[in-house]
């Protein structure tokens, strides 16, 4: 059985959250240190705060480098609100109208009464 030991990459000797890393065997059959990236909660709902489905959690400075497909979604507030709260909107809207319309046809079947 070999050694397993490995040495850290870099100057941190600690164990931290920026500093973490994971042991790969080589082809060789060395023993090295492999850094882990940290990862990011990534995009939320502007709304109900919780996470967006079909955008990747990387960090601010690498959407840049994606497709606009990899940063949004195709549908309206697509990488800012999640679908239900979209819906939401969309059926307050609608009921927000109607609401006006029965108004505005109960205002005029009180002044043809009159």
Request: aromatic residues 4%.
């Amino acid at each position: 059985m070999g050694d397993n030991r490995v040495v850290r990459p870099g100057r941190h000797s600690y164990n931290t959250r920026s500093a973490r890393i994971r042991t790969i065997l080589t082809p060789g059959g060395r023993h090295v240190a492999q850094k882990i990236k940290k990862t990011t909660k990534g995009p939320r709902c502007s709304d109900c705060k919780c996470s967006l489905p079909g955008i990747k959690h990387l960090k601010r400075s690498a959407y840049k480098n994606l497709k606009k497909r990899e940063r949004t979604v195709s549908r309206a507030y697509g990488g800012s609100a999640c679908g239900g709260c979209v819906r939401m909107r969309i059926v307050r809207a609608f009921l927000l109208e109607e609401q006006k319309a029965v108004k505005k046809l109960l205002a005029e079947r009180a002044s043809t009464k009159k």
